[in-house]
């Protein structure tokens, strides 16, 4: 499998983020025969719940389907490449959203979708997130998707390699502090599951308000394709850029021999929550939304009153 | 608060194996430890697997009890085998307190090829220094233990280990790997032979704090668990973000890890 992983850089103008797109994907597939196209979670640029972003509502999401979408559908099927929308913030037309991700084949139908499962941030309070975890059947066998914060579940991961899926796609976003150790927990989880990680991220930063203080979240980007030995190929941190990798299945190796291992009845502990979770983070995140006060507790003593967000 | 890692070579029996571990943790290990772990199979000479002679047993355990209360330090005593009445082996791993009491015991199974098998208990000790995992063999390896371990609330690992996969690389950058996952701090013990490939070493989730890489003897590596606790409490703020992992889970989506797959 020949595949494409787009780096995209948000930019103020959705539109302009769109046009990059098509243009990535044509780009690329004009190159030479690819197979698939991965974008990163949230192609379009930040999704209208993210601090300080409200004006994009109705800008970066979408209903599926809709005119967005057929933009995508008709390039995959001029290009007769395989599509994989990162994911798009769906407007479910009923005041809730998803984050989505879509897999459209050659033919430009729909042939996948995976709802994030596990919501970050604001999306626990106006997201709906998917009630099951499956592995999607391609020409290229069965693949998984772990749409952004759903790889930092090492459940899901497994969940999908014990599902017969040898290629895990995972369209995220490498906040800045997390680059390093994002780079090495995607080598990780390709290894133990002994499965291919496809990681398509994004780079830029989201500036905005929120109450008196200004937020500024960098994306490092860092895209990169990992298999069961390690990294096959990795974007920079600071530019739009377009990795172009050949991948196969992986040989049986470690990852295989520790699943032959395991003990599934042993394991019943994983069906309860964390012993420490002992607050309702939803709650301070709706009360935060609707300008109750909220995300204070927790924060970093370095943090002043009037900056937050990530390092760069 | 410290912690001590040992990784040494097997030598040409298993009484100098043991005479060569235990004189160096004599020498090396201070009182500043608050913990001392030494690897999977440790006092052997590296060939196939056996059970260690009884009399060099008790005296290894012996010193490594004297160890833990000289030092007023935890002992994780690595592994050895036993036999267990009807003839099996097993792999055995004893945490010893600074009182030089066991206050957790892990025993897996000697597989047909000599390796150590898995198994379905997984202890989490409370301790001055914070809660820790006790993990022997491939379990570490699982996913599932190490992740049971952390959801109970263990903050540190402590793993009586081997790198002995074919993808041994993969295998050292997974010793962060895991710790980040996680949330935890990882202290994996290896030793070095034919098959093992050393890579003792102490992680937390941003980074190997001390690594032994291929190198005999004793690595010591700095212990905070406010640090960890600090890592795991939630910010709202995507200023941190490791918290995530073990907070936001949806149990009702894992059912499927319970089961058996074929």
Known sequence: MRVAVVQTQWVDDPEDGLRNAYQAIEDVCGAGDIDLVCFPEFLLGPPWYMPGQDGLKGRTDTPIPGPIVDGFQSLARKLNTHILLGSLVEDMQDGMYRNTSLLIGRQGVITGRAVKAHPFGNEMVVCRQTDALGVLSTEFGQIGIAVCSDFWIPEVVRLLALAGARTVFVPGGTLGQNQPLMVNALRTAAYLNDVNIVYASSVGVVRGKRGDRLVEIHFAGTSLVASPDGVLAQAGSDEPETLVVDIDEPADGDGRRWQQLRRPDAYRALLTPYAGADRDLAGELRASLTGGGGPDRGRPAAATSTHEGTRS | ?262
């Open chain 2, 1 to 262: 608060m410290t912690i001590f890692v040992a990784q040494h070579a097997r030598r040409a029996t298993p009484e100098a194996t043991a005479s060569a571990v235990l004189d160096d943790l004599d020498s090396r290990v201070t009182d500043e430890a608050s913990f001392l772990v030494l690897p999977e199979n440790v006092f052997t000479n590296g060939g196939d697997v056996q059970e260690l002679p009884r009399r060099l047993r008790e005296e290894c355990l012996d010193r490594l009890t004297a160890l833990a209360r000289t030092r007023g330090t935890y002992v994780l005593t690595g592994s050895w085998t036993e036999t267990r009445p009807g003839g099996g082996l097993v792999q055995v791993t004893r945490l010893l307190d600074p009182g030089g009491s066991e206050c957790a015991r892990v025993e897996r199974p000697v597989l047909p090829d000599g390796t150590t098998g898995t198994g379905d208990d997984f202890p989490v000790v409370e301790t001055p220094f914070g809660r820790v995992g006790v993990l022997l063999g491939p379990d570490f390896w699982l996913v599932e233990p190490p992740r049971i371990e952390c959801l109970a609330g263990a903050e540190l690992l402590l793993v009586a280990g081997s790198l002995d996969g074919r993808q041994q690389a993969s295998q050292r950058a997974a010793v962060w790997g895991i710790a980040t996952l996680n949330t935890v701090a990882v202290v994996f013990a290896g030793s070095l032979s034919e098959r093992c490939g050393g890579g003792s070493a102490v992680a937390v989730p941003e980074g190997f704090v001390a690594e032994a890489g291929t190198d005999e003897g004793v690595i010591e590596a700095p212990w905070d668990v406010e640090r960890i606790r600090h890592l795991r409490e939630p910010d709202l703020r995507f200023q941190q973000t490791l918290w995530f992992g073990l907070w936001a889970r949806r149990t009702e989506l894992y059912t499927d890890l319970t089961a058996q797959v074929s």
